[in-house]
């Protein structure tokens, strides 16, 4: 099954307001990263908290960690219409010559002027 | 230079054509991935390249073939593709695969993808 699991899975929200979304995972993890993806791009990463912090802030970007839920949540303040895309949340594999990271399903987020 | 690039932007194949996907970084990034992704969907992992080494595949169909010529280069041959092959192909890498020194190196840098249709 899906290592990330987000949701919600479509959010919309009027300009100037604040999206929260929600990551959920299964196995241990090193960091968990959250990346954005506009439509039919490639992805960006967005910012990456480690499994000792709680909490990192990256501009508009608030990111909150709770592993002993497994579980991280991605806050944007101040919403833009630019923020219009698919936010992902990834985990790395915690076999550290893998390589490997599993994406969630992503959520949506459209942001009305 | 701090960006993947991908060629082409757009493929429209046959089923029994051969092509290739091109991607590129100068970053000196020494772990190179491709993803598949579907509409709507998270990218899906295929294959991992470690220091121009084959380190994963995802029992992807032999019809996808991988190869990196060098550590800046990522090619994805195609041969007798399907219809449900069409996708977005994503490439990304990172500095170094996994973690060192008890750091982690997991950002990924994507380039734009090359979307991928199959008739």
């Known amino acids: 099954s899906q290592q990330g699991e987000e949701d919600p899975q479509a959010l919309s929200i009027q300009e100037g307001e604040n999206a929260t979304m929600n990551c959920s995972y299964k196995?241990?993890?090193?960091?968990l990263q959250w990346y954005r993806q506009n439509s039919g791009r490639g992805l960006v990463h967005l910012i990456l908290?480690?499994?000792?912090?709680r909490e990192k802030h990256s501009g508009r970007l608030r990111v909150t960690l709770d592993t002993s839920k497994k579980s991280s949540s991605l806050l944007i303040t101040a919403s833009r219409a630019a923020d219009t895309a698919s936010y992902f949340c990834?985990?790395?594999?915690?076999?550290?010559?893998?390589?490997?990271?599993?994406f969630g399903d992503g959520t949506t987020l459209t942001v009305k002027p | 230079d701090t960006e993947v690039t991908q060629t082409p932007k757009h493929l429209v194949m046959g089923m029994t054509n051969k092509k290739s996907l091109k991607c590129e970084q100068h970053?000196?990034?020494?772990?190179m991935y491709w993803y598949k992704q579907k509409a709507k969907k998270p990218p899906e992992l295929m294959f991992v390249?470690?220091?121009?080494?084959?380190?994963i595949n995802e029992s992807v169909p032999s019809r996808f073939s991988p190869e990196c010529p060098n550590s800046s280069l990522l090619n994805l041959h195609l041969h007798a593709l399907q219809p449900e092959d069409s996708a977005l192909y994503l490439c990304?890498?990172?500095?170094?695969?996994?973690?060192?020194?008890?750091?982690?190196?997991?950002?990924?840098?994507f380039g734009p993808g090359t979307r991928l249709t199959v008739l």
């Open positions: 990304a890498s990172t500095r170094v695969p996994g973690t060192s020194g008890g750091r982690s190196y997991n950002e990924q840098f």
């Open positions: 196995t241990s993890i090193n960091n």
């Open positions: 908290i480690r499994s000792n912090e």
């Open positions: 990834a985990t790395p594999s915690v076999n550290t010559n893998a390589g490997k990271s599993t």
């Open positions: 970053m000196g990034h020494r772990a």
């Open positions: 390249y470690s220091y121009e080494k084959l380190s």
